[in-house]
């Protein structure tokens, strides 16, 4: 027993052993010396139990602690604890969120320079006083520190105080800080996402396998016109359009079944009946563990869009004004017509169709009347052709017509007589107005004039072309010579752009004589023209050429210029009782300002207004008889003398022709030519002279040339001849002196029957 006490007790033992040698204990002696063992013994065991004890209870704080290490690494939390007096701050937590474990332990002033970020400062210590006056149960807040990588982190800080003084002072704040970057992140995607759906034209739903709808974005709602509450747990067969059958649908659902994916286009409907075609597109969505569980379907509504696309291929292929096919289309019915043609060894006629004068009667009725021409003129020509043919509009006045299955060259013919008979009767322009209106058209022939549709359709312009210079309202089948000539036109037409800047135009003079008393009464001004380039340009080449390009307004201005400035000049040297005869374009009467340009000119020469006498075409009034009739009342106001050149050509209208303030009739040339062989001319000749002085207009008659024309129109009472017979055209100084030197003889003085 002894060898197991402790060694104090063992050493208190050793003198009481050695005195026992000599001397027996006493039994009170003995006693207490057993009760100090005893004693001795007992307290040994006490202690021993009380060391053993406070290793159990070290190890067990050293358990928990482990135990609430692992807790806070396993929820991912930081501790930290807040020694307010010392001014540390004590962190411990996972290894992302700080540097080290273990209870590191930072001065607050590092804390908040180092861990804290710098924007995040103020609102944190503004809220921890807060907490720590009591104004606030505890604090909490969301903010940033320094991750243990030295990027920026957002953490959830939460914490007390945990201790005061005897005074009710703060000594101790504990609290934890989460990681909660990735949260915020999902949390500011998934308000992103709800943004993105809620600001989403398209009308985006959310169905189950069964197909019914558990979530719709707003959008879904101002389409279909189905609130949420409308739509959700209805099947979406809400939606369903009879422009499908339940075939379609029913293929829809099972190809999105069995590929988890379908798009296409889709007739949908309204909530109020409207139906509606729609993009749609449809994708499944799987959960973690790649189940499917829902579709989600974004819907488009394409209904404008596909209006809109319709309108853009209408406009690209066809003309807004008359409803025909454009150029586009033409070429490309053309082209399928050719290959047609070959096939079945038949031709193809492409006919070029210009409305004459068209820009004339567009200009003194107004564009307006124009565009209803262009309907009618349009309407005619479909009425013409037949239903396999193509008639197109390219442009202006321009048509197109491209005859399919054609024989030979003598049935094209046949087409082009029938579209000009076709317009021999006038075109309606509304309830009050009719309008006549000629073409000239241009024939070309697959596969004689071309295998392409560009040089076809190039080839018949060219023609239609040659039937304008021909006198239009005509046709002409295209030929190689024709190449040439329309090379020439666009030669002499840039230029006659220049002629006037070089000096190369001048007037020559033709004389008229009065059959009554035979002296000279006036002269014709005629403009000429040699190019430096061309040579001699006659007439008839350039001046269709100056009315079809517009340069006629400027030349028709100078020739007006010219002409009264010679007569003034001439009235200097005692001419003064001739008059000058200008001949005026129709695009000066309609289009240009000629009665201001005419008061113009009179006042800058001093001529008189009655000794200018203005000549216009008889086919030009009657195309324009409201417009013409307006302008030439104009014209007369000023004190000018009007004639009608070229009568018995046209069309005229006796009405008209009353209304007209003219003074004059001008019997065209072609009549007087055969006066004297051809009973017809000479029949035409007497009641136009016989009208007009009905009419009470002077007459004269142009193209005199010989003795028997001029005894025959002498025997009609014809006022005034001009020809050959009198003079031909002459140079200002030789007219001159013609009319200076012109004395009558008995033979040109035989007064008139009546």
């Not at 290490?69 to 020694?83: I, V």
């Not at 989460?178 to 992103?192: N, V, Y």
């Not at 210029?561 to 309609?590: F, K, P, Y």
Request: hydrophobic share 40%.
């Amino acid at each position: 027993m002894l060898t197991r006490l402790p060694a104090a007790l063992v050493l208190c033992a050793c003198p009481l052993q050695a005195q026992a040698g000599t001397t027996l204990l006493t039994p009170v002696s003995s006693v207490l010396v057993v009760a100090s063992v005893a004693a001795l013994a007992a307290a040994w065991r006490i202690l021993r139990h009380r060391e053993r004890r406070e290793r159990q209870l070290l190890a067990e704080l050293r358990h928990r602690e482990e135990r609430h290490t692992l807790a806070l690494w396993g929820s991912g939390d930081e501790y930290w604890h807040w020694d307010i007096a010392a001014g540390r701050v004590h962190r411990q937590g996972m290894p992302h969120m700080v540097a080290a474990t273990g209870g590191d332990a930072t001065l607050l002033d590092h804390w908040k320079r180092e861990v804290l970020h710098p924007d995040d400062v103020d609102e944190v210590v503004r809220r921890m006083r807060e907490h720590l006056a009591g104004a606030t149960p505890a604090f909490d807040m969301e903010h940033r520190i320094t991750g243990a990588d030295g990027g920026w982190i957002w953490v959830r800080t939460r914490g007390k105080v945990v201790e005061r003084d005897g005074s009710g002072l703060p000594l101790h704040v504990a609290g934890t800080s989460r990681d909660i970057t990735a949260s915020r992140r999902d949390e500011r995607e998934r308000r992103i996402a709800s943004e993105v759906l809620r600001s989403m034209n398209e009308a985006v739903s959310v169905v189950d396998l069964d197909f019914r709808f558990v979530a719709i974005n707003p959008a879904f709602s101002r389409i279909t016109g189905y609130e949420e509450a409308q739509a959700l747990g209805q099947s979406s067969q809400l939606l369903d359009s009879e422009q499908h059958d339940s075939t379609f649908y029913r293929r829809v659902h099972a190809a999105l079944s069995k590929t988890g994916h379908w798009s296409g286009e889709m007739w949908q409907r309204r909530r109020d009946g409207e139906e509606f075609l729609c993009w749609l597109e449809a994708s499944e969505v799987r959960d973690e563990s790649g189940v499917r569980t829902h579709f989600v379907t974004v819907l488009s509504d394409i209904t404008e869009k596909k209006r809109a696309e319709q309108e853009l291929r209408y406009l690209a292929n066809y003309d807004t004004l008359t409803g025909l096919p454009n150029r586009a289309l033409l070429s490309e019915r053309l082209a399928r017509a050719i290959v047609r043609a070959r096939r079945r060894n038949h031709y193809v006629a492409v006919l070029f169709l210009d409305l004459d004068r068209f820009k004339d009667i567009n200009d003194s009725l107004g564009h307006a009347a124009g565009d209803r021409i262009l309907r009618s003129a349009a309407a005619r020509l479909l009425e013409t052709v037949g239903t396999s043919d193509t008639v197109a509009r390219l442009g202006g006045d321009e048509f197109t017509v491209v005859i399919e299955d054609v024989a030979d060259q003598e049935q094209a013919a046949q087409v082009a007589h029938d579209v000009l008979a076709a317009f021999a009767r006038p075109l309606d322009v509304d309830d009050r107005q009719d309008v006549a209106i000629t073409p000239s058209i241009g024939v070309s022939l697959y596969p004689d004039h071309g295998l392409a549709p560009t040089d076809l359709i190039k080839r018949a312009d060219t023609a239609m072309y040659q039937a304008k210079a021909l006198g239009r309202n005509t046709f002409q089948f295209y030929t190689e010579a024709m190449d040439a000539e329309a090379r020439q036109r666009a030669t002499i037409a840039s230029s006659l752009r220049k002629a006037l800047e070089r000096d190369e135009l001048r007037l020559v003079f033709q004389p008229r004589m009065s059959l009554v008393d035979g002296r000279i009464t006036g002269v014709e001004a005629l403009l000429r023209w040699h190019s430096a380039e061309l040579g001699d340009i006659p007439p008839s080449v350039f001046i269709p050429l100056a009315e079809e390009s517009g340069q006629i307004l400027r030349l028709g201005e100078w020739v007006l210029r010219e002409a009264c400035g010679t007569l003034a000049r001439w009235r200097q040297h005692g001419l003064t009782d001739i008059a000058m005869a200008v001949n005026v374009s129709v695009l000066q009467l309609l289009r240009g300002n000629l009665p201001e340009v005419i008061a113009e000119i009179v006042e800058d020469t001093g001529i008189p207004p009655a000794r200018l006498e203005l000549e216009v075409t008889e086919s030009m009034v009657m195309a324009n008889a409201e417009q013409s009739t307006a302008a030439l009342h104009a014209l007369r106001a000023l004190g000018v003398s009007l004639a009608i050149d070229d009568f018995g050509t046209g069309y005229s209208s006796l009405i008209y022709l009353k209304r007209l303030p003219i003074d004059t009739l001008k019997i065209d040339k072609e009549f007087v030519g055969d006066i004297t062989h051809d009973p017809d001319d000479e029949a035409i000749t007497a009641t136009v002279i016989t009208m007009a002085h009905s009419l009470g207009l002077n007459v004269i008659a142009e193209g005199v040339e010989t003795e028997e024309q001029l005894a025959y129109l002498r025997e009609q009472g014809c006022d005034e001849i001009q020809g050959f017979w009198l003079s031909q055209p002459l140079e200002p100084q030789r007219c001159l002196a013609f009319v200076h030197t012109w004395r009558p003889t008995l033979a040109t003085a035989v007064p008139p029957p009546y």
